[in-house]
């Protein structure tokens, strides 16, 4: 059956509540609900969505991601329970001694955590957000920026984990240079304007050429009267954050040493690129490395470690529940033929040498409402490719739109895991999150599509 624009409705209703309520277990179990009926109706919408239910854990992608949260919480309750992290703020401290320098630094982990944009998001936003909150940083800034260097900065590296996937779908699409994906994939590189222009303005907004705009600002005003650099309102467990000042805290030590928290980031990093870029394997060597480190320094006895572990699972249980409703909402739409009414709506405009801008710009809609990046590029590849080759266009600018507008739709769809990732990691709603990113990407979206339109009639 055929469904038409109502395949649009559960989306409509998704973003309507979440901008109207803000609770995001809620919109996505009601989006999901709706989507339910149109497919079963009133008798068959409770079977069919726990049908959808049971596909989103048999799909894979799910059980990862919840693994990788599991993984994730444990690490980062074993450096906190420890004291690793605080120690690690204190050394940092010393030279991040200033709000710009603190969120330079934070910038420039981007860059060298490029090997997952899920590990960039979890890792810096451990390592930096006492240091941030220090100089009364609002979370919801610090997100963005934490946000911004993850996605964009993967598809600039041509090792991380993007950049594989994306060589794997250039060369099973006959996109090659010099005979393989990862050689077009190279090619493209130049042309991933989202990437390059996201970045250059999360510099000048640092640096105040840019001024803050939207919640950002709001927030930063009341995090520079009151201190207060998270309101209970924006918080993920409804508590209030204040700015802390280091040398008050309780066993500070100005000689504090980072290597408790830096040996098992670097081995953990180490481990995922040996082992092919599993995220997985780097974040058992880095849980492994922290419990050593740990015990033999005896900072923690082994029932305490346990323990602690065991609450770093908790504590990715909320964000665990709101990723399975999101992606059994995309089994619902794929059930609906959302991407198939999209598609079909969005072929006739795909034409001539505005094609790399179309694609972007659709494409990055369809990310941001839609919220499948991969999935997106899967979806638009077989079309995209051979309607370049009719129409004489090169196909590296349409293949360098469609990872633009991935990585558009990950650093802003309010329910993908990587703002689900980056919220929980500095304990903020993922609305707030998307909010405070949402502007930024606005511009980095007009200005790509700008570039795309450029290169188009020049390349």
């Known amino acids: 059956m055929e469904y038409g624009i109502l395949t649009l409705l559960p989306i409509a209703v998704l973003f309507i509540l979440i901008f109207t309520t803000k609770r995001m277990l809620l919109s996505l179990t009601v989006a999901s609900l709706v989507g339910s009926l149109l497919l079963g109706g009133i008798k068959g919408f409770a079977g069919v969505w726990l049908e959808k239910v049971q596909a989103a854990f048999s799909a894979g992608t799910l059980g990862y991601l919840i693994l990788l949260l599991a993984l994730f919480g444990i690490l980062i309750a074993l450096l906190d329970s420890s004291g690793a992290v605080t120690e690690f703020a204190s050394w940092l401290s010393k030279y991040a001694n200033t709000k710009k320098k603190a969120l ?20 810096i936003a451990t390592a930096m957000k006492k240091v941030a909150d220090s100089h009364k940083i609002p979370r919801t800034f610090l997100g963005y920026v934490i946000n911004s260097t993850a996605a964009p900065v993967c598809i600039l590296i041509p090792i991380s984990t993007w950049a594989v996937f994306y060589g794997g779908l250039f060369e099973e699409f006959g996109v090659t240079v010099n005979g393989t994906g990862t050689g077009a994939y190279l090619a493209a590189i130049p042309y991933l304007f989202f990437a390059w222009i996201s970045l250059i303005i999360l510099v000048l907004v640092i640096l105040g050429v840019i001024p803050m705009i939207g919640i950002t600002k709001k927030h930063n005003q009341i995090a520079q009267e009151t201190g207060v650099v998270c309101p209970m309102d924006v918080n993920l467990d409804g508590n209030e954050i204040t700015a802390p000042d280091f040398s008050s805290i309780e066993g500070f030590d100005s000689n504090a040493k980072p290597w408790n928290f830096l040996v098992p980031l670097a081995i953990l990093v180490a481990v995922t690129i040996i082992a092919g870029t599993n995220v997985l394997i780097g974040c058992m060597a880095g849980i492994a490395a922290t419990a050593i480190l740990m015990l033999a320094q005896k900072k923690i006895k082994i029932t305490e470690l346990f323990d602690n572990a ?5 504590s990715m249980v909320m964000i665990s529940a709101i990723i399975t409703i999101a992606l059994t909402l995309v089994e619902i739409n794929s059930a609906t033929g959302m991407s198939d009414f999209v598609v079909a709506t969005l072929t006739p405009y795909l034409h001539g040498a505005l094609l790399p801008a179309i694609v972007f710009a659709f494409c990055a809609v369809y990310s941001y409402f839609g919220g499948g990046f991969w999935d997106m590029s899967m979806i638009f590849m ?17 293949c360098a739109a469609l990872v633009c507008a991935a990585a558009a739709g990950s650093t ?48």
């Open 412 to 459: 802003t769809y309010v329910c993908g895991d990587a703002i689900m990732i980056t919220s929980r990691a500095i304990d903020i709603k993922p609305f707030y999150q998307m909010l405070a990113t949402l502007p930024y990407a606005i511009i980095s979206y007009i200005l790509t599509i700008i570039c795309f339109v450029i290169a188009g009639f020049t390349v």
């Open 104 to 123: 330079l630094i934070t910038y420039l982990l981007g860059w060298l955590i490029f090997v997952d944009d899920y590990l960039n998001n979890m890792a």
């Open 382 to 398: 077989p079309i995209v490719v051979p309607l370049a080759n009719a129409l004489n266009v090169n196909p590296l600018l349409p």
């Open 310 to 314: 065991y609450q770093g699972v908790l």
